[in-house]
């Protein structure tokens, strides 16, 4: 069972009462107050967990406790705080606060940590009032009660590679045979119904993660045929490996296909279509596979990939292609990150310096220099 979506009710335990207590010893007359202070309440604390691919656990629990904290006692002793509450939850999790509408956090990775609600402070023992004017105080603090949110939180699956395309397109059959996933596999559309995660092994220091995600239909950016629950999670994959069937069953032909799933995208999120994309003609070894692919070639200009789960064909290059993808991107992202991080570093005079050696060399002659 896989679960992408589920509202529960989270609270932080409260804090324990302050005690309102008296020193009483043989031969210590008057020894006056000693109440410790109350505990803290737990927080409920959610973290992300990369051992955790849905939010199935969660389902049939609704409300969420932390630990209250305990009353102080007397000699002043504190009591003890609360024990938090801790909720694992897959990567890529979203939190968003039910009744106001903001996102709390978006957990990508393993580790990300969040407290969505705090527990109550523990109230103060009767020593905390003490004064000059006040040598016997008998008051205490009750202790604050915990933070309470109710909370939706929404999955959308991590993953480094996307495959995408129309139902029947052959998407679980290539995850199944290039990583040990093992998703349900049939011969009629809308076989896969939630996504299923793969890691693909490239030797034994390589690997990535690769998505099936459910068929796609026309429609979809708005919602029809489950469309929203399918795309949303396109939006977490770097790549996507779009498979097109050189012979569809239904009355449509493979170009129309191509072409519908690309505005589906482009509805639903313009950035996805931008998405460094490998468009392959799944199923290979039809008949129908040449003729289909020189066409698709020509529709979009670029090359198409041939590829069979069954026979392997195209697999060994389809890896490497995303391979290379996948380097590329990173070494955009490390670049981007020193670069920023080297400016950050900049002094305002040193930017200044930059900007004024750079219009020095766009006026090398001096012709816009004041005599």
Known sequence: MFVDQIEIT??????????????????????????????????????????????????????WFAENG????????????????????????????????????????????VVVAKGGEGGLGNTRFMSSTNRAPRE?????????RELMLELKVVADVGLIGKPNAGK??????????????????????????????????RQFVMADIPGLIEGAHAGVGLGHEFLRHVERTRVLVHLVEPNPDD??????????IREELRL?????????EIVVISKSELLDADAATELLEETIGRPVLQISAVTGKG???LVKQLIEILDRLK?????????????????????????????????????NTPE
């Open 172 to 205: 679980s059959t290539l995850l199944s045979r290039l990583s040990r996933a093992t998703p349900e596999i049939a011969n009629y559309p809308f076989t896969t119904k939630h996504p299923n995660l793969g890691i693909v092994r490239v030797g034994y220091e």
């Open 315 to 317: 697999l060994p290059t």
């Open 140 to 148: 205490a603090g009750p202790g604050d009660p915990g933070e309470k």
């Open 331 to 367: 070494q955009e992202a490390d670049d981007a990150e020193a670069e920023a991080a080297y400016m950050a570093r900049k002094t305002s005079a040193e930017v200044a310096a930059e900007v004024a050696v750079q219009q020095a060399g766009d006026d090398p002659v001096g012709e």
């Open 10 to 63: 989270c609270k932080g335990g409260d804090g324990g009462p302050g005690c309102s207590s008296f020193r009483r010893e043989a031969h210590v007359p008057r020894g006056g107050p000693d109440g410790g202070d109350g505990g803290r309440g737990g927080h409920v604390v959610i973290v992300a967990d990369e051992n955790v691919d849905s939010l199935v656990h969660l389902v049939g629990i609704r409300h």
């Open 268 to 276: 639903y999120d313009d950035e996805l279509a931008q998405r460094p």
């Open 70 to 113: 305990q009353p102080g006692t007397g000699s002043l002793k504190t009591g003890k705080d609360g024990g938090d509450l801790v909720i694992r939850v897959p990567m890529g999790t979203i939190l968003r606060d039910s009744q106001r509408g903001f996102v709390l956090r978006d957990l990508t990775d393993h580790g990300d940590t």
């Open 251 to 260: 009355q449509t032909d493979p170009i129309e296909n191509y072409l519908q």
